[in-house]
């Protein structure tokens, strides 16, 4: 499986950026999908994870409210919709495609990692 992250970019306090990753591999369909990020000094963490079908997700609390993971299994694509951003969003974000069907936020439940997309929020 590969995972291509994109949408990356510098925003304003308060805007909103979309995250995409699209995946290669027939397993896609069948397996959790998770977002991650890492800020600068910092250890990565967990963002965003949504099942295999896309009926259940689940956020790590600084985001709750804010941030919306979503999949198109058709297109094998993760999506990852970042509102009222805050400069502490400021992370290199990463997708994973998880070893099992059901959400799980530990990083060591994830097989296969994207190469991370720079998001940068300016206050």
């Known amino acids: 499986v590969q995972l291509q992250a994109s949408g990356g970019g510098l925003v304003q306090a308060g805007g909103s950026l979309r995250l995409s990753c699209a995946a290669s591999g027939r397993t896609f369909r069948t397996v959790a999908m998770g977002w991650f990020r890492q800020a600068p000094g910092k250890e990565r963490e967990f963002v965003a994870t949504?099942?295999?079908?896309?009926?259940?997700?689940y956020y790590t609390d600084s985001v709750k409210g804010r941030f919306t993971i979503s999949r198109d299994n058709a297109k094998n694509t993760v999506y990852l919709q970042m509102n009222n951003l805050k400069p502490e969003d400021t992370a290199v974000y990463y997708c994973a495609s998880g070893r099992r069907f059901g959400t799980d936020s530990a990083d060591s439940e994830y097989e296969y990692w994207g190469q991370g997309t720079q998001v940068t929020v300016s206050s």
């Open positions: 949504i099942n295999w079908n896309g009926v259940s997700t």
